[in-house]
């Protein structure tokens, strides 16, 4: 898609193209998610989700505001600062300092304090919902600065959050995807930079990223991870894109269909080799990360890594939101059996439309894996509405690196479509005399 075609995204340059309706877009945006946000005090059972719900209104109401008042982009800034501290910065101190999180990150600093001291992050008798691990072990490793910092003090409490190092390890992986894809000219740095700053800052101060970054943080990694391995396959490094993927594939099952889109897309960039290469360094970085645990406690491993999350375990999930699987696997194990024919038929039909018409872009690749992600989560047996994070983030990132850092150039050639070249003839028809 050539650059000049995504005109939806040109809306957030500061000082792009001038259009009448861009000041209502972002007031109409703010406004959309100052009421998103409020409905979590009224209707969310938890207490983590109407603190935030509450904060991100007010920043939310405050931005819409902000906006309204000034057309100028110093206005759509002060607006982006209000959305930010009122989505972002103060929920997510008031909760790490408060102790309020989600169940799952005490799952992962849990399972970090487990892995150093036994070799595992899985309990042997699990007793209560709180006490399974879901995730594959490399979860636990952003639990290791809670076990060893510990929770006395203000800033252990807010240095050993598991939330926190999961926003740390999304921030770089998409700085470092940029950076990978970056096209490396003269001009290709400060005039971009603010930009590219200003649509990275509005995604995360959106609702589908603040919430979970102030909540829970578990799947941020994962999001990152897919996506530095995307950016590194498209630009034909296979052996730091397996192990980028390695990374994501030892956090959670949800990542190894990146494994696939990654692998096509360098067969069709740069040839079978460098995707044997990815798929290799994938697979065995995994393994490695994987098997120890596995080998320690393969039968806690197995109820809690892939019967509980399915819905299939001993212990009933807490991931309920009424997605049409979850939906059919409440009828009954019929509409269990059906929920996985379903999820089944799509993983068959997204991996038939790799092989028919593979990706040649990073978009095109990310939005791929955006799609397979999007039939897993809506007919897996037991999901959340929080997993749709993970495709919106791969459908709008790829989009802003190609639109603000990328041109058609010999190391990048994947973010965009390519022009065709003028033909020689044309060429020489016009150069005559020194001439074009």
């Known amino acids: ?23 209502a877009m972002w007031a109409g945006g703010w406004t959309v998610a100052a009421l998103w946000a409020a409905a979590f005090p009224l209707f969310s059972s938890l207490e983590t989700h109407r603190a935030w719900g509450t904060s991100a209104a007010a920043g939310y109401a405050a931005a819409a ?22 989505a972002v910065v103060i929920p997510f101190l008031y909760l790490v300092l408060s102790g309020g999180a989600q169940s799952e990150v005490d799952v992962i600093e849990r ?59 999304l921030l770089l992986c998409l700085q470092a995807g940029r950076t990978a894809l970056r096209r490396p000219d003269a001009d290709g740095g400060r005039s971009r930079n603010a930009p590219y700053g200003t649509a990275m800052a509005a995604l995360i101060a959106s609702p589908v990223m603040a919430l979970p970054l102030c909540t829970s943080g578990v799947d941020l990694p994962l ?37 696939a889109v990654a692998v096509v897309l360098l067969a069709a960039l740069a040839g079978r080799r460098a995707a044997r290469t990815c798929a290799a360094v994938a697979v065995l970085g995994a393994l490695a990360l994987i098997l120890p645990s596995a080998l320690l406690s393969p039968g806690p491993m197995f109820q809690q890594v892939l019967a509980f999350p399915t819905g299939a375990g001993k212990v009933e999930t807490p991931a309920s939101s009424p ?28 991996a038939l439309s790799l092989l028919l018409r593979p990706p040649t872009s990073l978009v095109s690749a990310a939005d791929r894996l955006a799609i397979g992600l999007c039939v ?15 495709p919106v983030v791969l459908a709008v990132w790829p989009r802003f690196v190609a639109a603000f850092d990328a041109a058609p150039s010999r190391r990048t050639p994947t973010l965009v479509a390519a022009r065709s070249p003028e033909p020689a003839a044309a060429v020489t028809s016009h150069t005559v005399g020194g001439r074009r």
């Open 323 to 350: 997605l049409p699987g979850h939906l059919l696997a409440e009828l009954g194990p019929f509409g269990w059996y059906a929920a996985v024919v379903l999820l089944l038929c799509g993983g068959v039909a997204v």
């Open 376 to 390: 897993a989560f809506l007919f897996a047996p037991a999901g959340r509405f929080g997993y749709l994070a993970l």
């Open 223 to 259: 999001i990152g991870l897919c996506a530095l391995a995307l950016a590194l396959a498209a630009s034909r490094r296979p052996a730091t894109a397996g192990l980028a993927l390695a990374a994501a594939c030892a956090l959670k099952w949800t990542a190894w269909p990146a494994v």
């Open 65 to 86: 505001v902000a906006v309204c008042l000034s057309s100028r982009p110093r206005g759509r800034t002060i607006a982006l600062a209000l959305a930010l501290a009122g």
């Open 1 to 23: 898609m050539p650059i000049t075609s995504m005109s939806p995204l040109k809306s957030l340059l500061p000082g792009g193209t001038r259009r009448p309706g861009r000041r």
């Open 111 to 169: 399972s970090g304090a487990l892995w150093l001291q036994h070799g595992t992050p899985y309990l042997a008798d699990p007793r209560s919902v709180t006490e399974y691990t879901p995730y594959l072990p490399g979860m636990a490793v952003l639990g290791f600065p809670r076990a060893l910092l510990g929770n006395d003090g203000w800033v252990p409490r807010l240095l050993g959050d598991a939330r926190l190092w999961c926003a740390v390890v």
